[in-house]
C-alpha cells in the first residue's frame, strides 16, 4: 500500500490547455483585439502557440531566453509584429490572468478530496513556481500538499531523478512507499523511472505507448485512481 501520491500538475491535475485559452482570450478582450475581426483569432492563436513553444523550450533547455515574460513578450512580437509597449502590456496583462485562473482536470477535485486523508500528497512540476503556487491557491487546493516541489525553485527539472529526490525528503518516505501520477512520457515517466518510483501514466489523450514504455498502471480518466489505490474495486484498470 503506497503512503503517498506525488501529482504532476499541468495536465493532470490541471488543464493546462485550458488556462492557457481561457488567459489569452481575456488578454484579447482587455485588450481590443480582435473584436471587430473574430475570424483572425484562430490564425493568431495558432501561430502564438507556435512561436510560444520555441521560445519556452529556448527558455528551459538554457537558451538565450532567460525568463517566462521574455518567452511571452518574443511570443506576442512575433505573432502581432506591434510595438514594444503593446507587446510588454499584453504579457503583463495575460501573466496575471494565467497566475489567477485554475480550470481542473476532469474529477480531480473529487480524487483529491477522496484521497486527502489517507495519503500524504505531493507536486512535482516543471513549471514557474509563481505560476504554479498562485493557481493551486485560487484553486483552493494547495493546503493539501505535504510536498510542493516546482523545477525553477529547485534548480532541475523532469525526468531528472533528483528532483524526484526532494519530494521524497519532504515526504520523510521511501520510493516504494510513493505513487507519481502523470501525463508526459518524456518528463513524468522516464522520471519516475531515473527515481525508482513506481509511474500511473495519465493517458489523457489515448495514446498509443510505445513498446519500451511500460508504467506501472494506466488510466484514462483521474478517478481510476481511486482503483489503483484500492479506494475502490478495480474495474477496467490496466496494469503495465
Known amino acids: 500500500m503506497y503512503k503517498a501520491i506525488i501529482f504532476d500538475l499541468d495536465n493532470t491535475l490541471l488543464n493546462y490547455d485550458l488556462c492557457e485559452l481561457d488567459s489569452m482570450k481575456r488578454t484579447c478582450k482587455d485588450h481590443g483585439l480582435f473584436t471587430d475581426e473574430p475570424s483572425q483569432w484562430e490564425s493568431f492563436?495558432?501561430?502564438?502557440?507556435?512561436?510560444?513553444?520555441?521560445?519556452?523550450?529556448?527558455f528551459v533547455n538554457g537558451?538565450?531566453?532567460?525568463?517566462?515574460a521574455e518567452v511571452l513578450?518574443?511570443?506576442?512580437?512575433?505573432?502581432l509584429r506591434k510595438d514594444d509597449t503593446f507587446h510588454n502590456r499584453l504579457t503583463e496583462t495575460y501573466w496575471r490572468y494565467f497566475c489567477a485562473i485554475c480550470h481542473f482536470e476532469d474529477?480531480?477535485?473529487?480524487?483529491?478530496?477522496?484521497?486527502?486523508?489517507?495519503?500524504?500528497?505531493?507536486?512535482?512540476?516543471?513549471?514557474?513556481?509563481e505560476a504554479q503556487r498562485k493557481r493551486l491557491q485560487a484553486g483552493d487546493i494547495g493546503d493539501l500538499f505535504h510536498s510542493i516541489?516546482?523545477?525553477?525553485?529547485?534548480?532541475?527539472?523532469?525526468?531528472?531523478?533528483?528532483?524526484?529526490?526532494?519530494?521524497?525528503?519532504?515526504?520523510?518516505?521511501?520510493?516504494?512507499e510513493v505513487l507519481f501520477i502523470g501525463d508526459s512520457l518524456s518528463d513524468d515517466y522516464h522520471g519516475a523511472v531515473n527515481a525508482g518510483?513506481?509511474?500511473?501514466?495519465?493517458n489523457r489523450k489515448n495514446i498509443e505507448l510505445p513498446l519500451n514504455h511500460e508504467p506501472k498502471y494506466i488510466i484514462q480518466w483521474l478517478p481510476e485512481l481511486l482503483h489503483v489505490i484500492g479506494l475502490e474495486e478495480r474495474n477496467g484498470v490496466r496494469v503495465g
Request: glycine share 6%; proline share 1%; net charge positive.
Open 45 to 58: 492563436w495558432k501561430t502564438f502557440l507556435e512561436h510560444n513553444y520555441r521560445y519556452w523550450m529556448d
Open 63 to 68: 537558451g538565450t531566453v532567460k525568463s517566462i
Open 73 to 79: 513578450r518574443n511570443s506576442f512580437r512575433d505573432t
Open 107 to 129: 474529477g480531480a477535485k473529487d480524487v483529491l478530496a477522496r484521497v486527502k486523508d489517507r495519503f500524504r500528497l505531493g507536486i512535482v512540476s516543471n513549471g514557474i513556481h
Open 149 to 176: 516541489v516546482v523545477s525553477d525553485e529547485v534548480g532541475v527539472r523532469k525526468p531528472k531523478k533528483e528532483i524526484f529526490d526532494i519530494a521524497l525528503r519532504e515526504l520523510a518516505l521511501e520510493r516504494e
Open 197 to 202: 518510483i513506481d509511474f500511473c501514466f495519465y
